[in-house]
């Protein structure tokens, strides 16, 4: 299976805006859920939001407030990012599990494995 090809990331300032973009076409299957993770060094990788391809449904995690925006067409999965902070500092990787008979698209995507090489987020104060 293909890893993901995540892009978009880069260096801003607190308040700034950034899309990030995930490229994965064998996960365009309706039954699939898509989630977006990030993790900082020394700190295991957190899900920061969910969607489920046959609905649209999404779920947040609660530190993302409104601030993020979890979205797809077609084959791109992307991250919306407003209202940036300093601890929002991290490596951002995208990631696709089939749900199956998973009650929830977080406990489908907790099985993923095949991780790409992220795409780096920096928010200076």
């Known amino acids: 299976q293909a890893r993901p090809v995540e892009s978009g990331g880069g260096s801003v300032q607190t308040g700034d805006s950034l899309r990030l973009s995930c490229d994965v076409s064998?996960?365009?299957?309706?039954?699939?859920?898509r989630a977006w993770f990030r993790q900082v060094p020394g700190k295991e990788r957190e899900e920061i939001a969910d969607?489920?391809?046959?609905?649209?449904t999404t779920s947040y995690a609660d530190f993302v407030k409104g601030r993020f925006t979890i979205s797809q067409d077609k084959n791109t999965l992307s991250l919306q990012l407003d209202n940036l902070k300093p601890e929002d500092t991290a490596m951002y990787y995208c990631?696709?599990?089939?749900?199956?008979?998973?009650?929830?698209?977080?406990?489908?995507?907790?099985?993923?494995?095949?991780w790409g090489q992220g795409t780096q987020v920096t928010v200076s104060s």
């Open positions: 064998e996960y365009s299957r309706s039954d699939y859920c």
């Open positions: 990631a696709s599990a089939y749900k199956g008979l998973w009650d929830s698209c977080r406990s489908a995507v907790a099985t993923f494995r095949n």
């Open positions: 969607l489920y391809v046959r609905d649209g």
